[in-house]
């Protein structure tokens, strides 16, 4: 365990990991994930907010729930421990390491209609979280109709007395990770937040590492 906390034993050597995928900053990803297997999402640079979700590989439908997740865990952030539910209440993953502490599941995807409602007109063209989720499931023969609210690994979203949500600068720093171990055979899609308007990313997208370690049984 380190000094913050956080870990969660196993610690895996990134040297174990059976796939590794370097996603560009901006970039969307999507990948499977077996039942018993581990992903592990890097910030290589720091201050990166990765827009993730979850979908049952087995059913589509059967799908991450943000409001179910903070139901079940009774707390507003994804740490270790937290416990991944979907839609249908099924368990869908387990978070088992976490270096930075501070994951948000309530602000959900930029857009461009997001944008441009906060930041103004010029706005309107800018690349977008939800725009790369679009283009990433369909791949997998769903539409924006299939997008749901998503965790925002990394993103420090503090949330004020009152209810309202704050976007501010990122805490993780270069090299921190966070860990899930699949609970079902998952399909996994992410977004490298393109965002350059708010302080999610410090203004300056970078890239991201995803590993994937073999489960117990290989």
């Known amino acids: 365990m380190n000094a913050?906390?956080?870990f969660a034993a196993p610690v895996r050597d990134p040297r174990t990991a059976i796939q590794t995928h370097r996603v560009p900053a901006e970039a969307p990803w999507s990948g499977f994930v077996k039942r018993g297997?581990?992903?592990r999402i890097i910030d290589l640079e720091g201050q990166q907010a990765v827009d993730t979700l979850f979908y049952s590989a087995a059913d589509f439908?059967?799908?991450y729930s943000a409001q179910d997740t903070v139901r079940v865990q009774g707390a507003a952030y994804?740490?270790?421990?937290t416990r991944l539910i979907s839609n249908e209440g099924h368990l869908m993953g387990v978070v088992t390491a976490d270096t930075c502490g501070r994951h948000d599941t309530s602000a959900g995807a930029c857009s461009?209609?997001?944008n441009t409602a906060r930041f103004g007109q010029h706005t309107r063209y800018l690349h977008a979280c939800r725009e790369n989720f679009v283009y990433e499931v369909t791949k997998h023969g769903m539409s924006k109709r299939d997008?749901?609210?998503n965790i925002n690994f990394f993103m420090n979203v503090p949330i004020a007395p009152n209810g309202e949500l704050a976007i501010v600068d990122g805490v993780s720093k270069p090299g921190d990770y966070v860990e899930i171990r699949a609970e079902m055979d998952l399909l996994c899609?992410?977004?490298n937040c393109p965002q350059i308007n708010n302080p999610c990313?410090?203004?300056n997208p970078t890239p991201i590492e995803v590993l994937i370690f073999a489960g117990d049984e290989g």
């Open 147 to 149: 997008i749901v609210p």
């Open 112 to 114: 461009c209609e997001s």
């Open 37 to 39: 297997q581990s992903i």
């Open 201 to 203: 990313n410090g203004f």
């Open 78 to 81: 994804v740490t270790t421990g």
């Open 61 to 63: 439908a059967d799908r």
């Open 189 to 191: 899609v992410i977004s």
């Open 4 to 6: 913050k906390g956080f």
